[in-house]
């Protein structure tokens, strides 16, 4: 699958064990059955960008990483909006919207949890949420 082997250790380093699971579960799965679930698309981004703010990986090779997993959901999203009329389109989009707001406990979680690995006192905290 399209950068199972170039970035599989980066995405060790960037998601979480279950996330990988999946996304590993994805890439064995046949062009015409494949699908890249946005519940699961959200999580990915989330990992990232924790990843990326408090991992001790080559950020540029976490970015680099994150390009297959961009390509997959666009084929699963083309797959998704084939066929529909514009207006559906949109409600498909605003669908994945409302996963990114459903996972932000997860987000939260996730960076409070890898807060303390990166920060020390006297630092200024960035807040995301």
Avoid: H
């Amino acid at each position: 699958a399209l950068g199972w082997m170039e970035y599989r250790r980066e995405w060790e380093q960037m998601l979480t064990a279950q996330n990988l699971a999946q996304v590993e579960s994805l890439a064995a799965l046949p062009f015409e059955q494949f699908y890249f679930p946005s519940d699961l698309w959200a999580r990915v981004i989330f990992d990232a960008v924790v990843a990326f703010n408090f991992s001790d990986a080559d950020p540029v090779r976490l970015v680099s990483a994150l390009l297959p997993l961009v390509q997959g959901r666009l084929a699963a999203f083309w797959q998704e909006v084939a066929g529909l009329a514009p207006v559906a389109r949109e409600g498909t989009v605003a669908a994945q919207a409302v996963e990114f707001e459903e996972n932000r406990t997860y987000f939260k979680m996730c960076w409070q949890a890898n807060r303390p690995r990166r920060y020390r006192s006297g630092w200024e905290e960035r807040s995301l949420l």
